[in-house]
């Protein structure tokens, strides 16, 4: 798999488990409106953000306590040029075990540089993994809307 596109990672001291656990309670921590199962492979779920952002997303691969990869069969940017940059990207939930810690490692395969919503989208996917998802394995409670 390719893999340019926009990274971020942290360690925390929860188990490689309960980090999995915590991706997968997608309603928990990314910020909008999710329809759909975002829990099993093979199954496709929704994501919106007020009149901002849509996308389609299919669990393509599902390996508990390791990795996660949602492929983007659909996406709709209103704040951008073209709507579809999100188109065919992967969103891609790498868990290992380091130094008695437990590493998540995100990655957007395809959010590059050269699209107009990479600063946005970068930014705002720190804010939601760094922020959001990792108070969510730490503390085990649903996060608020960062964005609010």
């Not at 942290?10 to 910020?31: C, I, L, M, Y």
């Not at 829990?39 to 779920?45: A, N, R, S, V, Y």
């Not at 599902?62 to 709709?76: D, I, L, M, Q, S």
């Not at 290992?96 to 957007?108: I, N, P, S």
Request: aromatic letters at 12%.
């Amino acid at each position: 798999m390719k893999k340019d596109g926009f990274t971020t990672s942290f360690t925390v001291d929860q188990s490689p488990e309960e980090v999995f656990k915590a991706v997968n309670n997608v309603r928990g921590w990314w910020s909008g409106e999710i329809d759909g199962d975002t829990g099993k492979l093979g199954t496709e779920f929704t994501y919106r953000y007020h009149n901002m952002h849509m996308s389609k997303q299919q669990i393509m691969e599902f390996v508990p306590g390791k990795k996660v990869v949602w492929h983007v069969t659909n996406a709709e940017l209103t704040f951008v040029k073209d709507k579809t940059e999100w188109l065919g990207t992967d969103i891609v939930f790498e868990i290992a075990r380091k130094g008695g810690k437990t590493e998540l490692r995100f990655t957007h395969v395809g959010l590059v540089p050269a699209f107009e919503c990479f600063g946005g989208c970068s930014g705002a996917w720190g804010a939601l993994v760094e922020g959001n998802l990792r108070n969510l394995i730490t503390t085990g409670r649903n996060q608020p809307d960062v964005f609010a």
